[in-house]
């Protein structure tokens, strides 16, 4: 099936004619958080289909936003992973995922919707300011709707995990509209003025340190 274009001369209608199919961007955020198998994409985006992933995944690795790569022994599986121009592209989600998460969450959650912390965390982590952590090395772990995920930093090197962890330094409980508020701020936010929104348990400078690397929105935005 040849693909469909919006026939303009503009840099937005060239990039949906890119991206702008149906789960095509879903696919790009798995990959935001690490090298996937094509198992775990099926997996984490159920109702995709197998013949439909495979198509976006041949299109995606055509227009050079994914690469895939063998893992070397023991693992020794196929894995796919954002090129530097996929990671350009998951960059330009970030704005686009908070501002849904600001705007489209004041209706309750329904039955059919599925949910998983980590779509939430990838875009967080996308906001923390890496020289704010290039001294931290912590595990976080989140717990959002009926979901966990873990925020990991590394001196620096930010990763996201699914599930459970053992002996994170930190475990925060909170709704995604917190979340999207704590992403968007424009100053730093104080864990004192939002504990009635969030519950931390056990370290709680390490939650605040994280906050304080979070890039208040006019220096993410240049201003």
């Known amino acids: 099936m040849a693909r469909r274009s919006y026939n303009q001369y503009c840099g937005l209608s060239r990039s949906l004619d ?32 197998t ?17 895939r790569r063998r893992l070397p022994p023991p693992a020794a599986s196929q894995v796919y992973e954002l090129t530097s121009a996929g990671r350009d592209l998951a960059a330009a989600l970030v704005p686009l995922a908070l501002w849904g998460l600001r705007h489209r969450f004041d209706e309750p959650r329904r039955p ?28 976080v772990q ?34 995604l509209s917190t979340v999207a508020d704590l992403a968007a701020r424009e100053s730093t936010p104080d864990l004192a ?14 939650v605040q340190h994280l906050f304080e690397a979070l890039r208040p929105r006019s220096h993410r935005q240049g201003g």
């Open 18 to 49: 890119l991206v702008g199919e149906r789960w095509t961007l879903l696919v790009v955020r798995e990959l935001m958080s690490g090298p996937k198998r094509y198992s775990d994409l099926a997996g984490a985006l159920d109702g995709i289909g």
């Open 142 to 175: 989140f717990r959002l709707e009926d979901s966990a995920a873990v925020l990991a930093v590394d001196h620096g090197a930010v990763t996201v995990l699914p599930g459970e962890t053992d002996h994170p330094d930190a475990v925060i409980t909170t709704d």
């Open 193 to 206: 003025a939002i504990a009635e929104r969030i519950a931390v348990d056990g370290n709680s400078t390490v």
């Open 112 to 139: 059919d919707e599925n949910y998983r912390a980590e779509w939430t965390l990838v875009f967080l982590a996308a906001v923390l300011d890496p020289a704010a952590v290039a001294d931290l090395r912590v595990k």
């Open 51 to 67: 013949s439909l992933l495979a198509a976006r995944i041949k299109q995606l690795e055509q227009d050079g936003l994914i690469a």
